[in-house]
């Protein structure tokens, strides 16, 4: 028989971005344990809402199967007393055990049959565990010292399989067959069936699938803005979100008074993305509309209330924004330089006026010219203004604007806008070569410093950010194509660089790692000729002869590691014997400067020929050196490009 | 100034006292004692010894109060519709929390006239930590229409303790709701009493604390008074039973740094030192009051 499996958790109001992993996580678990206890059965489903998380499999059996095992038992020679108590062991009876001979004699066995246990029991032991050990990133108890923890306090469980209850208990909740409404829209308690459980959650208020809860945001919001010549600004990020923060999403449209609009636009959507979790409005052309989508958690606004409530709590904060813009304006950025001295960037480090003297150093040392310079200057200005206090999210931006409005030049302005770029892996790298610069710099800067006082991230602690950081210059120096070769780096933090590296090109760019380990290997510090290197290499890789060839690179490697030879000696084209040995040679002669595909092809064969052929220990001294060398200086060459000893052949990787 | 195109009837909203009374009504029928405010200034409902040192120890305890909150450095010389130097609060601490305290807390919320089928309700992450208080909770942010009108924490741990028993912290903004209820745009234009405005019965408080606190509090003095309090504080820790006087004294130097901050006197690297020197003063009266009352306590029990 095959059974269906429902587990529900109850809990008060879970936060968003914390929901997805733990169903990944609850998922997985719960077929590892169908698996490990031969349940049988799939698990079908995952969904959630801030105040549920649904498991759902089917396909279950009834019972485990009996298993039916041979015990090995003592000796035979061991005599009576010891199989009495071998079978006593085993809860057998002396007659139940036979004897089988083996090749170290005779000895006691037992047919043990074990017999499978009920279904619904395995996973009464289960599931209190499954449940308790989802790993969140902050959890709580709330029955008293000592009591379960877990992220918000669990009011309710839902365990059905079939139609029975899957009996267990979690502090001091039991498990049954009634669920719980939405707050406002539902009943508080609602008996349940696996196959009524979504329906009477649908009519309780609930929409328990995710992807339902976007796509009603979503539909409902094209109907709000339908033939008014508006569309939202796409935001998945807050979709998501706002498809966590309720049971039952509907949007609605609010409206702000024109005269706002004078703010800055990036002032106002992240009043109303950050704060308010609204999305922005625009018209057609692009432009910030005076309007907002607001994501109640209930079916309706009867009365226009709920819309009234958010547009007054949004007035009151673009007056502040307002407030703070007008404020700010009477104390022009470069009169705040000197107010960097009492804002801490590091406790071990100084402040951020002394961070600005080393930048805007950093700056003219790269080649930085008089604009560089003053962005970088006045780049951290804007901490000490209250609009950044504030909205803490939009540092540098608020920079710029200000920079801009107080008259500074516009690439001035637009570097300090863009300085903390990229933000992320998806996000662009500063727009201007000067912004890239300040960019670069500014990170640098952080980089150094705080590897200089031991700051360096360990595991998955990284409070300062200096990935991100080390990201951001690797992406600068490479997709904007500037010179940087890691100034004042200790071995640390290069050792830490050439990881990034090594994970920007492999990871971001998707060279093979192979291919980026071999051209890592005769250098990365200049990561415009790396990436030259790395698409030479990826443009010969699939002819023919590439690979056999660096499989022969790999046997001169050894032949001169063996042999411990560096080089250092005068080759002698006299030594030379006819054949092969001279036909290689002028064979890397007469390919001197063609390309590196060519090349390949026209070597290769002589490379095999040679080593066919020709015994590199000679017994004469001087041959035997002389043919080292000539492969030296081959390796040599070619190292140039990447130690292609390092790539992965097909006869090694199978 | 009522909003002009608002679709709320305010002549039903009840009054911001009107508000207060329903509010401790409410909480009173469900079993709590109803406090006065605290007599010290404090920053925050949370600081009174009411919730401080009650939530420590296994003792049960349900009270509500309203406490005016000091925060020095909001004032804005009552020039700002929604920021002031003192705000009121209306604290409740359900200890332990009750399995429904959500659903009695939405009661709360029906009392004061809030029909919340006609509303929109959420409760969104917000943790609460208080350093000075080696306190923390988990909890949300409440959030009617957008505004934010309760902070809902589930203590864990206060003056360094693990909490024996987790109480519910409910904190609900009073101006901001009373302005919410009545729809107005400024909370000076809350409707105290009939004929009576909110701008009556507190704006010179406003005006003249605002002074007080950005310009004319003597800053040498403060600094002395933060080190005679900690000193009294220190002194009697070491009293058998003192630790209540104790605290006064921990919440005056808490004030006086609150005095200092807003008149620009700490510098940053200053900072986390004074913020230390408050902090262990907690700690030091958190762990007095459990030696001192716990067995006590069991002994009642």
Excluded at chain 1, 33 to 42: A, E, P, R, Y
Excluded at chain 1, 361 to 378: N, S, T
Excluded at chain 1, 455 to 473: E, I, K
Excluded at chain 2, 84 to 113: E, F, N, R, T, W
């Amino acid at each position: 028989m095959s059974i269906p499996f429902l587990l529900e958790i109850g809990t008060e109001e879970i936060p968003d971005w914390m929901i997805v992993p733990a169903l990944n996580h609850l998922q997985d678990t719960l077929q590892a344990i169908l698996d490990q206890q031969s349940l049988g059965g799939k698990v079908t489903s995952a969904d959630a809402t801030p105040r549920r998380l649904v498991l759902r499999a089917e396909g279950l059996l009834e019972r485990q199967p009996d298993v039916e095992e041979l015990v090995s038992g003592p000796p035979k020679s061991a005599g009576p007393n010891a199989a009495a108590g071998f079978a006593k062991k085993n809860a057998a009876t002396l007659e139940q055990l036979i004897v089988q001979s083996t090749p170290k004699g005779e000895y006691y066995f037992l047919q043990k049959r074990t017999q499978g246990q009920a279904s619904a029991a395995v996973l009464a032991g289960a599931l209190p565990d499954l449940i308790l050990k989802i790993p969140w990133p902050k959890t709580m108890y709330w029955n008293g010292k000592g009591s379960e923890r877990f992220i918000r306090p669990i009011r309710w469980l839902v365990a059905l399989l079939g139609d029975a209850v899957v009996p267990f208990e979690i502090a001091g909740v039991r498990s049954g067959n009634t669920t719980v409404g939405h707050r406002i829209l539902g009943n508080p308690s609602i008996l349940v069936t696996i196959a009524d459980f979504d329906e009477q959650l649908r009519t309780n208020g609930v929409i328990l699938s995710a992807e339902q809860r976007k796509r009603k945001i979503e539909t409902e919001i094209a109907g709000l803005l339908d033939g008014k010549g508006l569309r939202i600004k796409p935001d998945p990020d807050l979709l998501h979100t706002l498809a966590y923060i309720t049971e039952f999403p509907t949007p609605i449209l609010g409206s702000f008074d024109r005269s706002y609009l004078d703010l800055p636009q990036e002032v106002l959507i992240t009043v109303m993305r950050h704060h308010q979790k609204y999305l922005s409005v625009e018209d057609s052309s692009g432009k910030l509309a005076p309007h907002f989508i607001a994501v109640m958690n209930t079916n309706a606004d009867p009365d226009g209330l709920v819309r009234h409530g958010n547009e007054r709590v949004l007035r009151a904060r673009f007056n502040d924004a307002r407030f703070f813009w007008d404020q700010d304006q009477k104390k022009p950025l470069t009169a705040r330089l000197e107010d960097l001295k009492a804002v801490t960037f590091q406790a071990k480090i100084g402040s951020y006026f002394e961070k600005t003297e080393r930048v805007v150093a950093l700056v003219k040392e790269l080649g930085g010219d008089d604009d560089a310079q003053r962005a970088a200057q006045l780049a951290k200005c804007d901490l000490t203004t209250d609009m950044v206090k504030e909205f803490t999210d939009l540092q540098g931006i608020v920079g710029g604007l200000y920079a801009r409005a107080q008259g500074e030049v516009e690439e001035v302005a637009q570097a300090i806008y863009d300085h903390y770029k990229p933000l992320s892996m998806e996000d662009a790298i500063p727009s201007t070569e000067t912004g890239r610069l300040v960019s670069l710099a500014d990170k640098w800067d952080t980089l150094t410093e705080c590897f200089k006082v031991g700051m360096a991230p360990t595991g998955s602690r990284d409070p300062f950010g200096l990935r991100r950081a080390a990201q951001g210059v690797v992406r600068i120096v490479v997709e904007g194509k500037a010179k940087f070769d890691f100034p004042g780096a200790g071995d640390e933090l290069r050792e830490f660089m050439r990881d990034r590296i090594e994970y920007y090109f492999r990871d971001v760019r998707q060279f093979p790692y192979d291919e980026v380990r071999a051209c890592m290997a005769v250098g990365w510090t200049d990561l415009i000729d790396l990436l030259s290197r790395l698409a030479t290499v990826r443009g010969i890789r699939p002819t023919p002869d590439f690979e056999p060839l660096a499989a022969s690179f790999k046997r001169i490697k050894n032949i001169l590691r063996q042999a411990n030879f560096e080089g250092g000696v005068a080759f002698r084209k006299d030594l030379l014997k006819e054949g092969p040995e001279v036909d290689l040679y002028e064979e890397i002669q007469r390919t001197k400067g063609n390309k590196l595909a060519s090349r390949v092809a026209s070597l290769r064969p002589k490379v095999d020929f040679f080593f066919d052929k020709v015994l590199v220990n000679a017994p004469e001294e001087d041959v035997r050196r002389n043919r080292l060398t000539l492969l030296h200086n081959l390796l040599t060459e070619f190292s140039e490009i990447a130690d292609f000893s390092e790539i992965v052949t097909e006869r090694q990787a199978s | 100034m009522t909003n002009p195109d608002s679709p709320l009837p305010t002549s039903h909203s009840p009054t911001f006292q009107e508000t207060v009374f329903r509010l401790k009504k409410y909480w009173s029928d469900r079993g709590c004692i109803i406090q006065e405010p605290y007599d010290v200034e404090v920053g925050a409902g949370t600081m009174a010894p009411e919730t401080f040192l009650r939530v420590l120890g296994p003792k049960p305890y349900n009270v509500a109060y309203v406490q005016p909150s000091r925060r020095p450095a909001d004032g804005r010389y009552g020039e700002n519709p929604n920021r002031l130097y003192k705000h009121q609060q209306l604290q409740v601490i359900l200890k332990p929390s009750p399995a429904d305290v959500i659903d009695q807390y939405l009661g709360s919320l029906a009392a004061i006239g809030i029909d919340l089928r006609k509303h929109d309700i959420k409760f969104e992450e917000d943790n609460w930590e208080a350093p000075t208080l080696g306190a923390w909770g988990i909890g949300w942010q409440v959030m009617l229409d957008g505004l934010e009108v309760t902070q809902f924490t589930y203590f864990q741990q206060c003056g360094g303790f693990d909490l024996d028993l987790v109480p519910a912290e409910l904190t609900y903004g009073l101006e901001r709701l009373a302005a919410f209820l009545q729809n107005v745009e400024s909370v000076y234009d809350i409707e105290w009493t009939p004929g009576v405005k909110y701008s009556d019965v507190r704006f010179l408080d406003e005006r003249q604390f605002s002074k007080y606190n950005f310009e004319l509090a003597d800053v040498a003095m403060l600094w002395q008074l933060f080190d005679l309090h900690e000193k009294e504080c220190t002194r009697l820790l070491k009293e058998p039973e003192a630790v209540l006087p104790a605290y006064d004294q921990v919440l005056k130097c808490s004030h006086v740094f609150n005095l200092l901050d807003a008149r620009g006197a700490i510098s940053v690297t200053e900072r986390v030192g004074v913020i230390g020197r408050v902090r262990r003063l907690a700690l030091g009266v958190a762990k007095a009051w459990i030696e001192q009352t716990v067995p006590a306590a069991e002994s009642l029990a």
